[in-house]
């Protein structure tokens, strides 16, 4: 299977790469943009507006296994064209949703269109790029929910002042409609540019039927498992629930509270390019790596908790710190790690799998944090994240030793 070198052509497929991810960040994440709206104005309970993303989550989580399993047996590229077209339909659906049980039925729908993304694009840019090119396309990817989540918490207050916080799910719905055009014409441009066509080269796929997990490699991978978990439950945890938190602690209005969301995902990608480069550069033992950056994040965590109700401004940055770092962390466990498991011919699988516990993690924060704030406040909350960061911590330095043995790597 052939890998592409020529300087344009990488352009040209990340460009698309990065693309298709920001159309999935912009039509998943649109929900959260809007959240403190529909608590303050929409006539929905906390609780209740929870229970859409909770559903996401959850179907999210599962698709990823079976889009995952599937990218490895059949095109990834009409995986990721079926979910461009369904999330393209339940995002121009919401808006007729009155009820919000319907919405949640909806939003799952969502949820597992959003799962058929990522695992067969991990795919592609593994057939696609040389290890190298991998990492610095992965990167310049992840680039791309950062910008996503920029764009939406851009442009769900201007949707909310001239129409109401609907008006975004028609928007994100068109736009997605026209990324399925793009990604359907520029991918078949690039197959017949490069000849990178997907295929199964028999070789290849007997040697790796043929090669099996270690108990050591299980082992860390269940540890890993875990890790995406706690980074998942702070990560889109505290994404979600900054604007509804800088809303009720400081007495913004929502339209101003959604504004400050635009802080966290320009800090992440600051962290993308800080731990890429620790990576590659400094610490190559990817659970060191994670270790690292989930201590960092643990340190911000415990700054957050003691500034909840002190220092609006600290606690602002402390949110932008920790998820900034979940987001770093997210990239070596969701992103780098899958293209170690090339020889087991389990790429895409390795990456639904990874990618799925973060949901759960995702799912746990959502729903968790809105019970444990109406009934207990913030505090508890802030407590839950900090107890999560210095489990994930925890979780990687105890895979290092057994990771770098398994992987034979420094």
């Not at 497929?13 to 991810?21: D, H, N, W």
């Not at 369904?86 to 009155?98: D, V």
């Not at 840019?125 to 990167?139: G, I, L, Q, R």
Request: hydrophobic share 50%; charged share 10%.
């Amino acid at each position: 299977m052939g890998k592409i070198a020529g300087r344009k052509q990488i352009i040209f497929a990340t460009s698309l790469f990065m693309a298709v991810y920001f159309i999935s960040y912009l039509t998943r994440l649109n929900y959260n943009a809007v959240l403190a709206e529909m608590t303050a104005n929409g006539g929905f309970t906390k609780a209740e507006a929870s229970l859409p993303l909770t559903g996401l989550f959850v179907a999210y989580g599962f698709g990823q296994l079976v889009s995952g399993y599937l990218g490895d047996r059949i095109q990834p590229k009409l995986i990721i064209l079926a979910g461009l077209l369904i999330t393209t339909a339940m995002n121009l659906f919401m808006p007729f949703c009155a009820e919000a049980g319907v919405m949640t039925a909806v939003w799952s729908v969502n949820g597992v269109a959003q799962a058929m993304i990522w695992p067969p694009l991990v795919k592609i840019m593994t057939t696609t790029f040389t290890p190298d090119d991998y990492k610095k396309a992965c990167v310049r990817v992840s680039w791309s929910s950062s910008l996503g989540t920029i764009a939406v918490y851009l442009l769900a207050p201007v949707c909310i002042l001239l129409s109401g916080w609907k008006l975004v799910f028609i928007v994100c719905g068109l736009l997605s409609a026209g990324m399925a055009v793009v990604w359907h014409s520029g991918y078949s441009c690039l197959e017949r540019q490069t000849g990178v066509l997907y295929q199964k080269e028999k070789a290849a796929v007997t040697a790796a039927e043929n090669a099996r997990f270690t108990p050591a490699v299980i082992a860390c991978m269940i540890t890993v498992m875990l890790a995406v978990v706690m980074q998942g439950l702070l990560r889109d945890g505290l994404t979600s629930w900054m604007p509804v938190y800088v809303s009720d602690a400081f007495g913004v209005s929502s339209s101003i509270s959604i504004l400050t969301g635009v802080v966290l995902p320009a800090f992440s990608i600051v962290s993308f390019q800080a731990t890429s480069f620790l990576n590659r550069k400094v610490i190559k033992n990817e659970m060191t790596c994670a270790a690292a950056v989930f201590a960092l994040g643990t340190a911000g965590a415990a700054v957050l908790y003691v500034a909840a109700y002190k220092q609006p401004v600290l606690a602002v940055a402390m949110f932008a710190l920790v998820t900034g770092c979940m987001h770093g962390v997210n990239l070596i466990l969701i992103g780098l790690l899958p293209p170690r498991f090339e020889k087991y011919g389990k790429v895409s699988f390795i990456s639904g799998l990874f990618n799925s516990c973060t949901y759960i993690g995702s799912a746990a924060s959502i729903y968790g944090v809105a019970m444990a704030t109406e009934k207990y406040g913030w505090l508890y909350s802030m407590g839950i994240w900090l107890a999560a960061a210095a489990v994930g911590t925890l979780l990687c330095v105890l895979c290092v030793r057994s990771w770098r043995k398994s992987i034979k790597i420094d």
